[in-house]
């Protein structure tokens, strides 16, 4: 199923190549994932006119069902679906100011957009097989709780029930995860990084927050916490940060910072996209004080990257968030920044990477998260049948 899902369609044969499994184990087991409804026969031949019996083509069925990715921003809640070819089902995103909301009201409003979901997937005859929900904060994985989210001013909530109860009786399974650890998942399932084993995820929003993967996986650290590059002190004298910390990333590189060192206005409530489109508009006219401001970011995240190339060497950068519509005035300040202070990057040429899920991809990753899942457990659609009926 994984390697069906991960290279396309392809013929039994192949896959038996492939995967190195004998012809008759792919068989059977194309035959049980067919009749589970998660592959599909395309009617199309490998190789038409060739000499033998032809190939019958199968690939993942993207009709049958759907995971379900939310998040919770400072300013916005968003919702979307996905299918297991990877097709957009569902989205939304709903201006909120959820900095000045309690917890409780949060989740209500994310349980009706969740709802919203769920009905307009179940009316195209899929089924939704999980919701992942994406927040900026450390997370506790194992019981959906958010330890302390900086930006929100949130401390141990309990998210994942919260919005079960504001769901009321469902069968779904719920999960919290941290945003920038679901950015980095969907760009190594199908965005900028796919393909590659080692590479840092470093989206910016009003914070500025990371995901690493290794060896192919997200790393998380003994706690669960791994992935907190925002929280890197760059200056132990500098701007208290809302961590409780001074002088970190966020305080010199997030969209805040940025805004305050190009003279930008950031009148309240105004969205965090609409601030970056204004920044892009300021910097393609040529505003010197705007160009400056993007130079002294992008060197902020050099350095606070190269401790990172050196302690752990990946192939690549990917800046997701509002760092992706800046890339071209934020690589070359990272680049010789990097190349300046990481012995490492000098000579493994280290990449940096626009993403290609930009603001999406902590959502994207949410919605991928229980499709992934059950790829990798096939048999466990049957329980979620049993569960749904």
Known sequence: MRHVADHGPRS???????????????????????????LRETGEEENPGAIGRPGQIVEVDGDVVAGIGVEI????????ATDLKGRIRYAEQVSADNRHARPEVVCARLAELTARVVKSVSSQGLLPVGVAVAVPGLVDVDHGVMVFAPNLGWKTTPVADLLRQSLGATSLPIRVDNGPNLGAASELWEGAARGLEDFVYISGEIGVGG????????????????????HVTMDPNGRP????????????????????????????????????????????????????????????????????????DPQAIVLGGYFAPLVEWLVDPMRDELQARSMAARYSHVQVLRSELGWDAALRGGALLSLRELIADPSA????????R
Do not use: Y
């Open 12 to 38: 039994r044969a192949t896959i038996a190549i492939e995967t190195g499994f004998n012809k008759t184990t792919v068989s059977s087991l194309v035959a049980e994932l067919i009749d589970k409804g998660l």
């Open 73 to 80: 921003n400072v300013d916005f809640l968003a919702a979307c």
């Open 211 to 230: 995901g690493m993967v290794v060896g192919g996986e997200v790393f998380r650290g003994a706690s669960g916490f791994g992935g907190e590059f925002g």
């Open 241 to 312: 940060c809302g961590c409780g910390s001074r002088g970190c990333l966020e305080t010199v590189a997030g969209q805040e910072a940025l805004l305050r060192l190009a003279g930008i206005e950031d009148p309240p409530g105004t969205p965090t996209k609409d601030l970056t489109e204004t920044i892009v508009e300021h910097a393609r006219r040529g505003d010197a004080r705007t160009t400056e401001a993007l130079e002294a970011v992008g060197r902020s995240l050099g350095i606070a990257a190269a401790s990172l190339v050196n302690l752990f």
């Open 381 to 388: 659609i049957d329980a979620l049948r049993r569960a749904a």
